[in-house]
C-alpha cells in the first residue's frame, strides 16, 4: 500500500509539471490552452523480443486522466492512466492469457500543426513510467478456463511512446482529442525472459 501511495504521489507531481512548464512556456491572455481531461480508449498489447513470435496481441483497454495544452506548436503534456497490458498465446489446443495491470504516468511532447480547418493535426513522442498492480494469467481448455496470479513479474516499467492525431474544437473551453499511439516497454518485465511489453492503443481524450 506504501509504494502504491508513494507512486500516486509521483503521479500527481509529475501532472503538476506538466501543468507547470506549459504555462510558463506559453504564458498568454488564453489561459484556457492548457487543459485537465479524461481519457479513454481500446489497446492492443503483445509481447516483444526473444521468442516474441509465440505470442499474439489481445484487445484491452486504458482509462485515466491527462494534462494538456492544446496551443499550436510544440507543447510538454502529461496524465496518468490505467493501462491493461499483456499478450494472449495457443498451445496445444490451450487458450493462454497473460493480463498486466499497469499505473501508467506518460510525459510526452506534442506538435499541434496550424489549419483553417475545425480538425489540427498533431505528432507526438514521449516516454512513460509504469507500475505494476497486478499479474494474472488464465489457461482455457474445452470451454474451462482457470485463472491465477502470475510471480516473478517486475513492479516497474518503463519505454518510449508515439503517437498522431487530430484535436478538435467543441467549445471555447472544450476539446476533442483522437489518436492512435504505440508504446514500446524498454524493461523486460521479467527476469525468467527476455520480453518487454508493447502496445497500440487508440485513445479519445476530452478537456474541460
Known amino acids: 500500500m506504501k509504494k502504491i501511495l508513494q507512486f500516486f ?7 503538476f509539471i506538466s ?19 479524461l481519457t479513454a480508449g481500446v489497446a492492443f498489447p503483445t509481447f516483444t523480443g526473444e521468442h516474441s513470435d509465440q505470442f499474439s496481441s489481445k484487445t484491452d483497454f486504458v482509462v485515466g486522466c491527462v494534462v494538456e495544452n492544446y496551443r499550436d506548436g ?12 499483456g499478450a494472449s498465446a ?4 490451450l487458450e493462454l492469457t497473460f493480463d ?3 499505473l501508467e504516468i506518460p510525459v510526452y511532447f506534442r506538435y499541434i ?20 498492480l497486478s499479474s494474472k494469467g488464465s489457461i ?14 517486475s513492479s516497474f516499467d518503463s519505454g518510449i511512446l508515439a503517437g498522431a492525431g487530430a484535436i478538435f474544437a467543441l467549445s471555447p473551453n472544450n476539446n476533442l482529442a483522437v489518436q492512435l ?9 521479467s527476469s525468467d525472459n527476455a520480453l518487454t511489453n508493447s502496445s497500440f492503443a487508440i485513445l479519445t481524450s476530452v478537456s474541460f
Open 90 to 93: 495457443t498451445e496445444n489446443h
Open 113 to 132: 500543426f496550424t489549419t483553417n480547418g475545425s480538425a489540427r493535426p498533431f505528432v507526438q513522442f514521449g516516454g512513460y513510467l509504469s507500475y505494476l
Open 140 to 153: 482455457k481448455y474445452n470451454g474451462q478456463t482457470s485463472t491465477g496470479d502470475i510471480s516473478n513479474i
Open 9 to 15: 504521489a509521483l503521479a500527481l507531481i509529475i501532472s
Open 181 to 189: 499511439r504505440y508504446e514500446l516497454g524498454l524493461i523486460q518485465f
Open 100 to 102: 498486466f495491470d499497469y
Open 19 to 37: 501543468y507547470s512548464q506549459s504555462y510558463k512556456t506559453y504564458k498568454s491572455d488564453r489561459k484556457s490552452d492548457i487543459h485537465f481531461g
Open 74 to 85: 510544440l507543447t510538454f503534456n502529461g496524465g496518468a492512466l490505467y493501462y491493461r497490458k
